[in-house]
């Protein structure tokens, strides 16, 4: 009943690579969302920090990226079960 531990074989599947690889362009497309221009003048306010984007869509899509990599690392494949 001992184990053949192949050494070769990958810890995930091929599915799992793909999308531990697209939560990162997830959670990098949240950072771009959470840039934006910078004020020119230090002395006036940019009231262009409280957008909709920075605020709420930003935060959202890097919660919903983090949500993908913890499934991307959770899920099983069918054939190693």
Request: no cysteine; charged share 20%; proline share 4%.
């Amino acid at each position: 009943m001992k184990k053949d531990n192949n050494p070769s074989e990958f810890l995930f599947s091929k599915q799992n690579y793909t999308l531990l690889l697209a939560s990162f362009a997830i959670i990098a497309l949240s950072f771009i969302l959470m840039g934006g221009a910078s004020n020119d003048d230090p002395t006036q306010f940019n009231e262009a920090i409280y957008s909709f984007r920075r605020i709420h869509l930003a935060p959202a899509v890097f919660f919903i990226g983090i949500g993908v990599a913890v499934y991307s690392i959770i899920k099983k494949d069918k054939k190693q079960s």
